[in-house]
């Protein structure tokens, strides 16, 4: 099940479909997955767009780190944005926090006390980041109906709570255990903790994931090891990305604030394939095209879809206006 087995699979879709050429949008991970149909069957790719991409690296710790990097710094802009944010219905948001000190003031608090749900179910530093984490995901209307919904839950309001305790109950972020299937097999057997380690202390922690003070025990907390329980783990790993066959550029977009998969990696990508065209976003959020972000990004990627029309080398585009 690993990622370039599932390319595989989409070159027998086009077979069965009896299509010459795989046209082909894919977000986050699904960008890892036309970076390699693209490598492997070069002369079948098509028009393919990679929206919101990694590097052929995605799979190691410190790509782990950086994108966990890139959510707290996220989550932190979202935090002191919340003063001039709005419900979906113009109302102003009743906000959790409205500053860096106050995020971690209320994390801080619901570590030491989590607040209780029914059925005894907590909501502590944990369950905060991981709905906090789900909001980035949501265009910024219904950021602030979350916000809004977290603000009065803190305050003291159960109904807010219960709602609030819904939203994680139904997954998040997170990945599930087929993703993770498909995902191990092209992370490697054995990781590279001291370059890991050497990456934290050039980078930094951010005080929202524990920092500044690096310790073993804030280390070992971003050192996933579960996939390495695996037999097949290891055994997928593609160490880099090569589309300098293909017939039509590939389309890579990539959003300068996002927080799943930090832009400077999608740029890595366009140049590592090869033959590749890079438009960015200047915003936030993950998931640039078809996803009420920017209408530039929109048109762009559907004049490549359907008339093969690459957007200039360079190009920008910038969010609607709300």
Same mark, same amino acid.
């Given at each position: 099940?690993?990622?370039?087995?599932?390319?595989?699979?989409?070159?027998?879709?086009?077979?069965?479909?009896?299509?010459?050429?795989?046209?082909?949008?894919?977000?986050?991970?699904?960008?890892?997955?036309?970076?390699?149909?693209?490598?492997?069957?070069?002369?079948?790719?098509?028009?393919?767009?990679?929206?919101?991409?990694?590097?052929?690296?995605?799979?190691?710790?410190?790509?782990?780190?950086?994108?966990?990097?890139?959510?707290?710094?996220?989550?932190?802009?979202?935090?002191?944005?919340?003063?001039?944010?709005?419900?979906?219905?113009?109302?102003?948001?009743?906000?959790?926090?409205?500053?860096?000190?106050?995020?971690?003031?209320?994390?801080?608090?619901?570590?030491?006390?989590?607040?209780?749900?029914?059925?005894?179910?907590?909501?502590?530093?944990?369950?905060?980041?991981?709905?906090?984490?789900?909001?980035?995901?949501?265009?910024?209307?219904?950021?602030?109906?979350?916000?809004?919904?977290?603000?009065?839950? @803190?305050?003291?309001?159960? /109904?807010?709570? $219960? &709602? *609030?305790?819904?939203?994680?109950?139904? #997954? !998040?972020?997170?990945?599930?255990?087929?993703?993770?299937?498909?995902?191990?097999?092209?992370?490697?057997?054995?990781?590279? @903790?001291?370059?890991?380690? /050497?990456?934290? $202390? &050039? *980078?930094?922690?951010?005080?929202?994931? #524990? !920092?500044?003070?690096?310790?073993?025990?804030?280390?070992?907390?971003?050192?996933?090891?579960?996939?390495?329980?695996?037999?097949?783990?290891?055994?997928?790993?593609?160490?880099?990305?090569?589309?300098?066959?293909?017939?039509?550029?590939?389309?890579?977009?990539?959003?300068?604030?996002?927080?799943?998969?930090?832009?400077?990696?999608?740029?890595?990508?366009?140049?590592?394939?090869?033959?590749?065209?890079?438009?960015?976003?200047?915003?936030?959020?993950?998931?640039?095209?078809?996803?009420?972000?920017?209408?530039?990004?929109?048109?762009?990627?559907?004049?490549?879809?359907?008339?093969?029309?690459?957007?200039?080398?360079?190009?920008?585009?910038?969010?609607?206006?709300?």
């Amino acid at each position: 099940m690993g990622t370039s087995q599932v390319a595989r699979d989409m070159e027998l879709l086009r077979v069965l479909a009896g299509d010459q050429r795989l046209d082909y949008l894919g977000y986050s991970y699904g960008t890892m997955l036309g970076a390699t149909y693209a490598t492997i069957f070069p002369d079948k790719a098509g028009r393919m767009v990679l929206d919101s991409a990694e590097n052929a690296q995605w799979g190691t710790l410190i790509h782990q780190f950086d994108q966990s990097v890139a959510v707290a710094k996220a989550i932190v802009a979202m935090a002191e944005s919340c003063g001039d944010a709005r419900t979906s219905e113009g109302q102003k948001v009743t906000c959790p926090f409205s500053s860096e000190k106050e995020l971690l003031d209320v994390q801080k608090k619901l570590g030491e006390e989590p607040l209780k749900g029914s059925d005894d179910q907590e909501f502590g530093a944990a369950e905060l980041d991981s709905y906090l984490t789900s909001l980035l995901y949501e265009p910024a209307a219904y950021q602030g109906d979350g916000l809004d919904l977290l603000g009065k839950a @803190v305050k003291g309001d159960k /109904e807010a709570l $219960e &709602q *609030v305790l819904a939203t994680i109950a139904d #997954g !998040g972020a997170s990945v599930g255990t087929a993703g993770q299937l498909a995902a191990c097999p092209s992370t490697p057997k054995t990781p590279d @903790v001291e370059a890991f380690v /050497e990456h934290v $202390e &050039q *980078v930094g922690v951010p005080a929202y994931m #524990g !920092g500044p003070e690096i310790s073993d025990e804030l280390l070992a907390s971003y050192t996933d090891f579960s996939c390495a329980v695996l037999p097949a783990t290891g055994t997928d790993i593609m160490t880099a990305f090569d589309a300098s066959a293909v017939e039509t550029n590939l389309l890579v977009i990539g959003i300068t604030g996002d927080h799943a998969t930090p832009y400077q990696y999608g740029k890595e990508l366009a140049s590592e394939l090869g033959k590749a065209t890079l438009l960015t976003l200047e915003g936030m959020g993950h998931g640039a095209s078809y996803s009420d972000r920017s209408t530039c990004v929109d048109d762009l990627t559907t004049a490549y879809l359907v008339k093969g029309e690459l957007p200039q080398e360079g190009s920008t585009c910038q969010p609607n206006q709300d």
